[in-house]
């Protein structure tokens, strides 16, 4: 599949208010070029925020990587989805993952006992309703017996999902518009996951999903510790079995009982990319060249510790020498 080669911006933390995420969303507008990302947002609403960034004048492009599955109906996701693509004006990428292990205990236990294909289940349902349909459908505990949306016009909507490990590649294959990868060290995303949702996708005779991957990044700067930027951003994940078996599976030496260490390995191998901005650019070109066709830059670590002024210069500065190269 052939896909324009795009570079966008994730904010890099729960939204608490409109108006820390509003310079993310003004870089995206100025540059003219991808979309702002956000993940689920526990405080601010993911959706109510890209409702609310439109009324202050910046209407561009928005995806999700990811919201929760577990805690909305998917009739309820597909009507969001198309909201956010109405007020934006822009095509919107929805994306859905079911969180960890332990989240769909707590939450949806029916969904934990098989992830994979109930989460693959509700991406399909999704699709369908945005596509004018009435499916008959269960998704772990949601059931939609034949209800379709009314008719609205609005720009397209892509279904997304997360994908992680190889189950999860080839249940995007087969139901989604989008692979949204997380971590993914690159010689393990082309090899594996793109490899697995590919041959998914031509069994299932539909073409393959095109690939999104959010990728932790930090200018390297005097004074600034990168190892502590990146345990600062995913130490969470480097702690969780499903993040760090991946991670393995991609030649990653990770331990969820040392994530300290696992943060000192992501630097080293580059899954964490640092450097110049001229540097990362390069290695986000290779990523490019790997199969991804979206580039999701996430300088959370960053913002942690030092920031959101300090993030957003990372960010211009690396925006900048991605779009010099490509006009080399």
């Not at 995303?189 to 299932?204: K, W, Y």
């Not at 969470?236 to 969820?256: C, E, K, N």
């Not at 490019?288 to 942690?304: A, D, P, T």
């Amino acid at each position: 599949m052939t896909s324009p080669q795009v570079t966008s911006v994730m904010f890099p933390v729960q939204a608490s208010d409109i108006g820390a995420a509003v310079p993310f969303a003004r870089l995206v507008q100025q540059r003219g070029s991808g979309r702002m990302w956000m993940g689920q947002s526990l405080r601010l609403e993911t959706h109510h925020v890209f409702a609310a960034l439109p009324g202050t004048g910046l209407r561009i492009p928005f995806g999700s990587s990811v919201v929760l599955s577990p805690l909305q109906h998917p009739y309820q996701a597909a009507v969001a989805a198309r909201s956010v693509a109405a007020l934006s004006g822009h095509p919107y990428v929805a994306g859905f993952g079911p969180g960890s292990s332990e989240f769909q205990n707590s939450v949806s236990p029916a969904t934990s006992t098989s992830p994979v294909s109930t989460v693959r289940k509700y991406v399909s349902t999704v699709r369908a309703l945005l596509d004018g349909e009435h499916p008959h459908s269960t998704a772990g505990t949601f059931t939609n017996d034949g209800a379709g949306l009314t008719e609205f016009s609005h720009p397209r909507v892509e279904v997304g999902l997360g994908v992680l490990r190889p189950a999860m590649a080839r249940a995007a294959g087969r139901a989604a518009d989008v692979a949204i990868t997380w971590l993914a060290p690159p010689a393990y995303l082309r090899d594996t996951l793109i490899a697995e949702m590919s041959a998914s996708a031509q069994a299932a005779g539909r073409t393959p999903p095109r690939v999104a991957s959010v990728i932790h990044v930090a200018v390297a700067r005097p004074g600034r510790d990168l190892v502590q930027a990146a345990y600062t951003a995913v130490g969470p994940h480097l702690a969780s079995q499903h993040y760090t078996d991946m991670l393995r599976q991609g030649g990653i030496p990770a331990d969820p009982a040392e994530p300290l260490q696992g943060a000192e390995q992501l630097v080293k191998a580059g899954v964490f990319i640092s450097g110049s901005p001229q540097e990362i650019a390069a290695q986000l070109a290779d990523l490019h060249r790997h199969g991804v066709h979206e580039v999701i830059l996430n300088v959370c670590g960053v913002c942690l510790t030092e920031g959101p002024g300090a993030a957003l210069r990372d960010l211009t500065a690396i925006l900048a020498a991605v779009d010099e190269a490509a006009h080399v």
